[in-house]
């Protein structure tokens, strides 16, 4: 079993920046492909960027050129580097794999992005 516990959110100003942080525990992780999702109030969990064990990335067109998502895992952590953060990126984080398994959604953090 796989447990996933996010780090890393706050509350920033507008075109400010942070980094989360996903560390994995259980069985074998880095084989997986990763991904970070994003609740915002109202709204639907949406996917926000993958990354392959490879290091092969995708973001959703929203987060293109300002988040960078990587991995390292021999520390079976994933990363997601956040710049130029909007108010719109106001949401509760999640990691978890690509597609998602229910059991390993932990509890997320939250990021707060101030106008």
């Known amino acids: 079993q796989v447990q996933l516990s996010e780090f890393g959110g706050g509350l920033v100003q507008a075109g400010g920046s942070l980094v989360l942080s996903c560390a994995a525990s259980?069985?074998?992780?880095?084989?997986?492909?990763m991904a970070w999702y994003r609740q915002a109030p109202g709204k639907q969990r949406e996917l926000v960027a993958t990354?392959?064990?490879?290091?092969?990335?995708i973001y959703v067109d929203s987060v293109k050129g300002r988040f960078t998502i990587s991995r390292d895992n021999a520390k079976n952590t994933v990363y997601l580097q956040m710049n130029s953060l909007k108010p719109e990126d106001t949401a509760l984080y999640y990691c978890?794999?690509?597609?998602?398994?229910?059991?390993?959604w932990g509890q997320g953090t939250q990021v707060t992005v101030s106008s």
């Open positions: 990354i392959t064990r490879g290091g092969v990335t």
């Open positions: 978890n794999t690509d597609p998602p398994i229910d059991g390993f």
């Open positions: 259980g069985s074998s992780p880095s084989i997986r492909t």
